[in-house]
């Protein structure tokens, strides 16, 4: 018996697309969110702080079963995408991307933001005096400086997308080949009693989330510190 | 002096628990200290000019060159400003090794910096062996003088340093104050240098601003702020003047070198310095006394005829200030009130400055 089936391939190849769209995403969209907690005085800091650290408390079902009404045929998002042509998102890709992006974003925005914070104001303050614009200080300071914590929040953030299970149930259903990613196929394994399959997928997801956190864990010079101190 | 000022400050904004208000007119060279105790309004002064800090109605033009001005709106933002900033303790990109430190402000300037100003300046802060170091690698001095070089390097208008001096121990101190006396001597640009340090600033200005609270106090040529009584300079333990003297001679067989200044003559232990050269001398308050004739037989040779100008109260009340003036070159003298009494010193009375002890700052 091999001991992956094509249904089981096709449920890693579509992670792996999931997880690596989601990553980009997340540090696109993450990143000046962070930037924007790091530095601002405002008082919403507290209100879009907490939204964001949401998802590390809510059960994956609550978020799904609201992103789900938002883009359903009635919700604002669903009659949005609707009027654009793009169509309805939930039980596709996208939605599950969309899902998946908010889902993950406190992986991604808390160590963006804590290694913005540890650079501090001062280097931003010299780039300025050695005339570089707050644009190209941001790509030759701030980027170099939080290699880090940008290298743990992709790694977070794809790890953690790899990992859901809730969310996708909630969003994406169970379609093979479009919504199908490895989690909700061991569930179906085990629905069917195929443990041997289900072994080989959840002990590679075991093996999968060691490697990840060792590689954080050892490679990265920050997450070693904060462990030490923390 | 407002016809030769060419940094022209008034700024004024409310910070929380200080308000700062400050009206400058400064020279368009050499150094102008901005000197106060923590909480004066010094820094916030020097980040004004920088643009780092953004008063909320502030008018700010070098060289006649508007970089702020909120009546009119117009804002130039810090890295648009041809400015030279050394910050208070080392602020090299840690992800840089020495060389990139300084290209990184280089290539960011409009036509460049030719290769031989740029050996000239690694030469004047003797940082060419350190190129290739980390800055994590560098000693705190050699950090500063590489962060001297990285603004100098940007080839600004004006210099800006932040108490640079600061988080460095007297050893280290007295390693860097050399380059910045010699960078004294070789800048076209004016620099405004930040300091609660009065050794430094006897050392390097030529302007001295004196803040508190936010405002300033006085704004003059160095010797002449210094030799104001009124000032709370004047109460400090290391209150003193710096006179502008030049090598006239040196005497071998006493191992002395002769000082010439307006007001008469000074000897100091012998220093190798070339006859006619420029000096500054510092000569503290409490180092100096007041003799009423001058043919006494003392060990104290350095004395000369000076008349009294003013006195005022010293912060301990048994002592007194004694303002001097030899032949237009001021001074001042820590007494008691009693000797004050005794000696019958008045405003206009001719007397004899005696004075123990002299720095020679080169």
Redesign the interface.
Known sequence: MPFLDAQDWAAVWLTLQLATTVTILLLIVGTPIAWWLAHTRSRLRGIVSALVAMPLVLPPTVLGFYLLLLMGPNGPIGQLTQALGIGLLPFSFGGLVIASTFYSMPFVVQPVQNAIEAIGP??L??????????W?TFW??VV??ARPGFLTAAILGFAHTVGEFGVVLMIGGNIPGVTRVISVQIFDRVEAMEYAQAHWLAGGMVAFSFTVLLLLYTLNPQARRSRAHG | MDKDAAIILRARHAYPGFSFDVDLALPGKGVTVLFGHSGSGKTTALRCVAGLERASQAFLSINGEVWQDDAAGRFIPPWQRPIGYVFQEASLFAHLDVRRNLVYGMRRTAGGVDAAEVDRIVALLGIGHLLDRAPDRLSGGERQRVAIARALLTRPRLLLMDEPLSALDTARKQEILPYLERLHDALEIPLLYVTHQIEEAARLADHLVLLEQGKVLASAPLSEALARLDLPLAREHEAGVVISAEVASHEAEWHLTHLRFAGGNISVSHRPLEVGRAVRVRILARDVSIALSGDHASSIQNRFACTVTSIAPADDPAQCLVGLDAAGTRLFARVTRRAVSQLDLAPARWVWAQVKAVALLE
């Open positions: 001062r280097p303050e010299v780039a300025a005096t050695l005339r570089a614009s707050p190209d030759t300071v170099p400086l």
